[in-house]
């Protein structure tokens, strides 16, 4: 902590508006002035953690600010507080001593940032002093910078600069920002999450001519709403990639016209917005291909693809939501670019086996390459869409003959039944046909054999070649489609079959229980 002398104190007396520290506490001041009985300057605070306060800004009966929570503010001794420093400051204190490896969690958020495992290391160390110049990235988070000194002190120090982290520091304006920036021409990714940054007393135009076109922007934890976000993106034209998560963002509007064309990855997770019809209002961006809505309270998704909603969104990440109806999973098989998806703790999954699960959502999805994480073979979707069929057939024969309203909602709830009905024909009956014995009575116990381990298991006879294909992989670890199964009699060791019939069950290749499954 830096506590000032009273030259200090006189020279350095801050404005309602600017940032400080105390400790490891951020806040923004919201009052300068006496507070009586005491002699000497107060500074009114509301911190950034709504618990580090005592009060709203109301002290012994007099309102002296208005906090943003009821315990977010406090009044302190401007001798206690931190005013920053400059941010050729922090760059010396934060490279200049003796030479010192960046910890592996500061480095692994960036490669994080740059999408890039591997990258070059010239900025991941500290640096001697007349080596400024060299530094292409530069992680400032946590070195309370303020100010950026004189427009284009940070360019003359470090020209090369592409990735700028300035994550948890004391800035509180976009024009400090500019003059920050202002001379980083190469300038790609710029982190200034949990800032408070203003705004209104900024000429957006002349900030946006001082910024440098990068197209990686993170403002996570910021305190912006969706009209602070399309105010702001003005300055910020060529933007790709934009991180607003955990912000205020409830509701959304549809950018004009000139703002957002090139964005291609936007992160609104921890925001709550809860109703899928406020995301269809960014639906139209020509070029988004990566939407993160996790966290946002979603209960439903409904999706009109009359005008062709997101039509290059390739991967959307839907994860800790509340979506509690299947027919939302089936919405997302209207999105028609959409091949990679995360959907995890959503109630719709609730009491469900992961692996069956996984089987439901990839059979609603036509498109799915990629579900959380893992890829989706064409044998586990042949698999997967083929038990779905089956178990669709059950209910659609219960229901055939019922009045229209019992059909509508079952084509509702299965939209995909007539396509997969062309695609695979006709379920006969005898495939699902209840069988009156037990399951566990009917399990055998196979070996199944890969290189030089072997696995025993229960399997049903009712179990297609395509599933027990994906089940191999699984346990063996096989990246490899072009593997042989073939069934070795416990008999008759002589006997060997192959298992070439992707759709058939076990049974039809009379598989018994002490039989070998070699797969090579």
Known sequence: MVILTMEDQNCRTPSVGQRIQVGDSRGTVMYVGPVPPTKGIWLGIDWDDPSRGKHDGVYDGQRYFQARYSTSGSLVRLEKVNLGQTIVEAVKERYGADKQLMDEKEKEEIQKALNAPLFETVGFERQACENFGALTVLGLSLHRVASAGEPGDLAKLCPHVSYLELSRNLLNSWQTVADITTGLNRLTVLDLSENRLRFQDCDLVKVKNAIPKFQFLSLSRVEYDWDDILTCAVMW???????VSF?????????????FQNLRNLDLQGNHIKDWSEIAKIGHLPLLDTLNASETGLTRISIDESSNPFPSLRFLLLSDNYINQWESVSELNKLRKLTELKFKSNPVLDGIAPGTARQIIIARISTLKVLNSQEVPADERRGAEYDYLKITTRTWMDVRNGDPDTKSAFFKLH????ELIKQYGEIEA??????????????????????DSTVSKKLSPDMTVSRLKSLARRIFSITSYENTFVLVSHKNTLVEIDLDLDMKPLSYYSLESGDIIRIS
Do not use: G, H
């Not at 939209?415 to 007539?418: E, L, S």
């Not at 005898?430 to 890969?450: D, G, W």
């Open 415 to 418: 939209p995909r039944y007539a």
């Open 430 to 451: 005898s495939e699902i046909a209840e069988i009156p014995t037990t399951l566990k009575s009917r399990l055998m116990e196979v070996k199944l054999s890969y290189q």
């Open 237 to 243: 034209p060529s933007i790709a990639t934009l991180e």
């Open 247 to 259: 912000n205020n963002i409830t509701f959304l509007k549809s950018p004009p016209s000139d703002i």
